[in-house]
């Protein structure tokens, strides 16, 4: 009677939101937000900015969905609570689900310029390939590095703002990408190493991954400074150092915030913690140099 009422119509609407990863996708698309603000303030364009965001969501939803279709069976066995193991959602319902929002997501790109849709499209593959295999191996890192660096680009060429300064970002938001590819990983660090998923974060071993994550973003952090002290990028004083010195309490917070693998909702903690840091990071450093 149970598994009846699972497939009712009804009780598939809490299990594709899910599938949709609502937390992950709603950081992204706040990320997306501020940077898209930014870039247009002070020429705010609504049905752009609409559109610019929404594109990005979509995306974010069609790989959080077919990030859960590719791993089905493995979730069969650790993450039972998921829709795809409980059989809320059937397999093919979920792909059918996430191509779908690979449609929207270009149908939404359409109105806007070549380049956009470019930068999209490479996030899109290499989400997708993360998807696919990646990221049960070292190469894991390398994808986000890659990736969250397009985020930024997108947002300011979305909107027509194309400067040499997004080029900067690059390096700043690779360094943050690796940050958050551990900090996601190290709480699944034991179940992935059982499984012989060859993460870069099972590679390295948990001491070195609690290492790394903050030493990253204080590299990215002291690139941001080096930008700015040599002139290369110009700032607003008062922005940048109240930047600089809640990223320095946050890299803080991070190497004192206890994480134990078989606990995950401290792992979740964490990964929440180095989110807001390269948030504070990224958003702020952008903040102080638009508004120079």
Known sequence: ?????????????????????????????????IFALLAAWPHLVWGTLFLVIAAHCAMQCSIAVLNDYCDRELDMVSKRDKPLARGIVSPR???????????????????????????????????QGYNLGLKSTPWSGIVFALAIPLIPVYAFVAVGHISPFIFCLIPVAALLGVALNLANSLPDLAEDAANQAHTLAVALGEQRTRLLCPLLIFLAALLVAIFTLTNVVFVQPLIFWLTSGLVLIGIGLIIFQPVHTGMPQAGKRYFLLVVGTCLVLASGWLASTLLV
């Open 1 to 33: 009677m149970g598994a009846l009422k699972q497939r009712q119509p009804g009780s598939k609407i809490p299990g594709f939101f899910l599938l949709c990863h609502p937390g992950p996708v709603l950081l992204h698309t706040l990320a997306v937000s």
């Open 93 to 127: 319902e979920a792909l059918i689900f996430g191509w779908l929002w690979i449609v929207l997501m270009y149908l939404l790109l359409l109105p806007l310029n070549w380049l956009a849709i470019l930068i999209s499209t490479l996030y899109l593959i290499l989400g």
